[in-house]
């Protein structure tokens, strides 16, 4: 499973011109499930971006988590997260979890940061979005389940 986050002023994310999710400030997280990922991989990684110290504290330094801030998280599914590029020019995605096993770990994962106390809002699974992101820093980072980069 692999995540990228962003701190954020505030996000949003529409489908068919609709608003399905906005937060103010906290974290977006795009999140790519990928073939073999297990429900540890969404447990090790809500409570590793639930804690994970990125906001500032009354000194300016990164020393609070979003738990600490009262922040909110929007999540968007990204499969793309697992595109490889390696060869040719178009990417592959064979290394991505089919959709039905996706959308469980997904759905898992979000309540997960729910259980966390967070503020959540999510895209929708499998749409076309478009997402705006009004980046915070930038802070942006990249968690893998399986080893770290």
Same mark, same amino acid.
Do not use: W
């Given at each position: 499973?692999?995540?990228?986050?962003?701190?954020?002023?505030?996000?949003?994310?529409?489908?068919?011109?609709?608003?399905?999710?906005?937060?103010?400030?906290?974290?977006?997280?795009?999140? =790519?499930?990928?073939?073999?990922? !297990?429900? #540890?991989? /969404?447990?090790? +990684?809500?409570?590793?971006?639930?804690? @994970?110290?990125?906001?500032?504290?009354?000194?300016?330094?990164?020393?609070?988590?979003?738990?600490?801030?009262?922040?909110?998280?929007?999540?968007?599914?990204?499969?793309?997260?697992?595109?490889?590029?390696?060869?040719?020019?178009?990417? =592959?995605?064979?290394?991505?979890? !089919?959709? #039905?096993? /996706?959308?469980? +770990?997904?759905?898992?994962?979000?309540? @997960?940061?729910?259980?966390?106390?967070?503020?959540l809002s999510?895209?929708?699974?499998?749409?076309?979005?478009?997402?705006?992101?009004?980046?915070d820093g930038?802070?942006?980072?990249?968690?893998?389940?399986?080893?770290?980069?």
């Amino acid at each position: 499973m692999r995540a990228v986050i962003q701190r954020v002023h505030r996000a949003f994310v529409t489908v068919d011109k609709t608003e399905v999710g906005a937060i103010g400030p906290g974290l977006v997280v795009f999140l =790519g499930i990928g073939r073999g990922d !297990l429900e #540890a991989d /969404a447990a090790y +990684l809500a409570s590793k971006i639930a804690e @994970l110290r990125i906001f500032e504290d009354d000194n300016g330094l990164m020393n609070r988590s979003l738990k600490d801030s009262g922040g909110a998280i929007l999540v968007i599914s990204q499969f793309t997260l697992f595109a490889d590029c390696r060869k040719g020019r178009r990417p =592959g995605f064979s290394e991505a979890a !089919l959709p #039905a096993e /996706a959308e469980k +770990l997904y759905d898992l994962f979000c309540t @997960l940061m729910r259980k966390e106390g967070l503020k959540l809002s999510t895209g929708r699974f499998q749409a076309e979005m478009r997402i705006l992101v009004d980046n915070d820093g930038p802070v942006t980072i990249l968690l893998d389940s399986r080893k770290l980069f």
